[in-house]
């Protein structure tokens, strides 16, 4: 009996050691064959290679998850990025058939040395990246870290073709203390699978269309230091839609109003002065979106100047027309006027040899009228003669053509003439500058 425990409990033994030495399935073995158990800060601080010449080669793909913001008037563009980094680590390999098939644990960040890539254009708090918290690490020595960021760049925009703009804003990755012999930047897909990705996961665009993603790498010296770096080159095209409805439609309309209002007849002034404030509401506008410390002036400002300038100078040769009729109007009107007087007196008197006359028929049928009251109906009569008197005689100058009324035609009529030609040229010129190169990056 005693010798049949004795030969049991050497089974399990003999079991218990041969499966802790063919194969160990906890993390915590393979954690101490590695001499991660406590913090082994050699493996924090150093780069984790044998000899210090060797290089080591980061892996860095970015994946842009979205672009959530471009502000053209701080020059920034704010993306959501994921970003994954891979190197080898030549202390931690493990052979994965000596701990029950283990390829890869996880162990936090802080315990392994871990590139310091940083990102040159970046102007983004430090709240906003978002490491993981742990790396994986395989069993052939791969150490990968990944991360995401709501990452703001500085990008200089080139304004000019505003709202038909396309803008190529580099990401640069760089080492902030290592040089190009330590460590150099590379990338683990190509800019063609990174792109594409970019472009299926994308999932805010906002008024911005990915065109393209172009990998570079750069290597540069540096007070005698080489340096290296790793350039993405994103390139984005704006969606002008809502500009175009929005800006260039409206005030385009409001030039074919004004060429219009040509045609108007009578008071012309009024009008044209609320075109030119509607235009001004459009600039107020304008103003918001765009820099003012553009050296190359964008068309889209110029083209908003011109109709301003285009409504301005017609509202002034409006005044001038107006001011020559009035010279026109008081030139003749000395001698229309005496000869107006004249016919009022003749007429009255006229009428005053007439009206008692028929006061006299009436009376004979109606009650007869006392004096005081013809008096007064010969006033009104008077006030009313001289009011008919008083429009016959605007209708006149309307239809007799002075001097200056000849002289206000041709100004008219050459001025619109050059204001229709001016609408005409600048509209071919927008058209070949904005849609020329919107069609021709739409193509690419
Ligand atoms: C991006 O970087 C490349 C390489 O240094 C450079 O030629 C290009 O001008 C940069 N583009 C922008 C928009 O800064």
């Given at each position: 009996?005693?010798?049949?425990?004795?030969?049991?409990?050497?089974?399990?033994?003999?079991?218990?050691?041969?499966?802790?030495?063919?194969?160990?399935?906890?993390?915590?073995?393979?954690?101490?064959?590695?001499?991660?158990?406590?913090?082994?800060?050699?493996?924090?601080?150093?780069?984790?290679?044998?000899?210090?010449?060797?290089?080591?080669?980061?892996?860095?793909?970015?994946?842009?998850?979205?672009?959530?913001?471009?502000?053209?008037?701080?020059?920034?563009?704010?993306?959501?990025?994921?970003?994954?980094?891979?190197?080898?680590n030549?202390?931690?390999?493990?052979?994965?058939?000596?701990?029950?098939?283990i390829?890869?644990?996880?162990?936090?960040?802080?315990?392994?040395?871990?590139?310091?890539?940083?990102?040159?254009?970046?102007?983004?708090?430090?709240?906003?990246?978002?490491?993981?918290?742990?790396?994986?690490?395989?069993?052939?020595?791969?150490?990968?870290?990944?991360?995401?960021?709501?990452l703001?760049?500085t990008?200089?925009?080139?304004?000019?073709?505003?709202?038909?703009?396309?803008?190529?804003?580099?990401?640069?990755?760089?080492?902030?203390?290592?040089?190009?012999?330590?460590?150099?930047?590379?990338?683990?897909?190509?800019?063609?699978?990174?792109?594409?990705?970019?472009?299926?996961?994308?999932?805010?665009?906002?008024?911005?269309?990915?065109?393209?993603?172009?990998?570079?790498?750069?290597?540069?010296?540096?007070?005698n230091?080489?340096?290296?770096?790793l350039?993405y080159?994103?390139?984005?095209?704006?969606?002008?839609?809502?500009?175009?409805?929005?800006?260039?439609?409206?005030?385009?309309?409001?030039?074919?109003?004004?060429?219009?209002?040509?045609?108007?007849?009578?008071?012309?002034?009024?009008?044209?002065?609320?075109?030119?404030?509607?235009?001004?509401?459009?600039?107020?506008?304008?103003?918001?979106?765009?820099?003012?410390?553009?050296?190359?002036?964008?068309?889209?400002?110029s083209?908003?100047?011109?109709?301003?300038?285009?409504?301005?100078?017609?509202?002034?040769?409006?005044?001038?027309?107006?001011?020559?009729?009035?010279?026109?109007?008081?030139?003749?009107?000395?001698?229309?006027?005496?000869?107006?007087?004249?016919?009022?007196?003749?007429?009255?008197?006229?009428?005053?040899?007439?009206?008692?006359?028929?006061?006299?028929?009436?009376?004979q049928?109606?009650?007869?009228?006392?004096?005081?009251?013809?008096?007064?109906?010969?006033?009104?009569?008077?006030?009313?003669?001289?009011?008919r008197?008083?429009?016959?005689?605007?209708?006149?100058?309307?239809?007799?053509?002075?001097?200056?009324?000849?002289?206000?035609?041709?100004?008219?009529?050459?001025?619109?003439?050059?204001?229709?030609?001016?609408?005409?040229?600048?509209?071919?010129?927008?058209?070949?500058?904005?849609?020329?190169?919107?069609?021709?990056?739409?193509?690419?």
């Open positions: 009996m005693s010798g049949l425990t004795t030969l049991a409990f050497l089974a399990v033994t003999a079991a218990g050691v041969s499966s802790s030495e063919m194969s160990d399935c906890s993390y915590l073995s393979l954690l101490t064959h590695l001499n991660l158990i406590q913090t082994n800060s050699p493996l924090s601080m150093m780069r984790p290679v044998k000899n210090w010449t060797t290089t080591t080669v980061v892996s860095l793909d970015m994946v842009l998850f979205g672009i959530l913001e471009v502000d053209e008037m701080s020059q920034t563009v704010t993306t959501h990025v994921q970003t994954q980094m891979s190197w080898r030549e202390f931690l390999n493990w052979n994965s058939s000596n701990f029950c098939g390829k890869t644990l996880t162990v936090p960040r802080n315990m392994l040395w871990v590139p310091d890539v940083s990102i040159q254009e970046d102007a983004s708090d430090t709240g906003s990246i978002q490491n993981s918290p742990l790396v994986t690490l395989t069993n052939d020595g791969l150490v990968s870290a990944s991360g995401r960021q709501r703001t760049t990008c200089q925009f080139k304004l000019y073709l505003f709202p038909f703009d396309t803008q190529c804003c580099n990401i640069t990755f760089g080492s902030m203390n290592y040089d190009a012999e330590s460590m150099i930047l590379r990338t683990i897909n190509s800019e063609v699978a990174l792109s594409s990705v970019s472009e299926q996961i994308m999932i805010t665009q906002g008024e911005w269309e990915l065109l393209n993603m172009t990998i570079i790498y750069y290597s540069f010296e540096l007070k230091v080489s340096e290296n770096r350039i080159t994103v390139i984005i095209m704006r969606k002008p839609m809502l500009y175009v409805i929005n800006l260039i439609v409206p005030l385009f309309y409001f030039v074919i109003l004004d060429l219009a209002s040509f045609f108007i007849r009578g008071e012309k002034l009024s009008f044209k002065v609320t075109v030119l404030l509607s235009i001004s509401v459009l600039l107020l506008i304008l103003q918001d979106m765009l820099p003012s410390t553009e050296a190359k002036l964008p068309l889209m400002a083209f908003c100047a011109w109709v301003f300038a285009l409504v301005g100078l017609s509202i002034l040769e409006t005044m001038l027309i107006d001011f020559l009729l009035g010279l026109d109007g008081c030139c003749g009107n000395n001698a229309e006027n005496a000869i107006n007087n004249q016919e009022v007196e003749i007429q009255l008197e006229g009428n005053s040899h007439k009206e008692p006359s028929a006061a006299e028929e009436r009376g049928l109606g009650p007869v009228m006392k004096p005081s009251e013809v008096e007064l109906l010969m006033l009104i009569l008077e006030e009313v003669k001289v009011a008197i008083e429009t016959g005689r605007h209708i006149k100058d309307d239809r007799k053509p002075g001097r200056y009324t000849r002289l206000v035609k041709i100004i008219d009529s050459v001025y619109f003439v050059l204001y229709f030609l001016n609408v005409v040229g600048y509209l071919l010129y927008l058209n070949m500058e904005w849609l020329g190169s919107y069609v021709s990056n739409k193509k690419e």
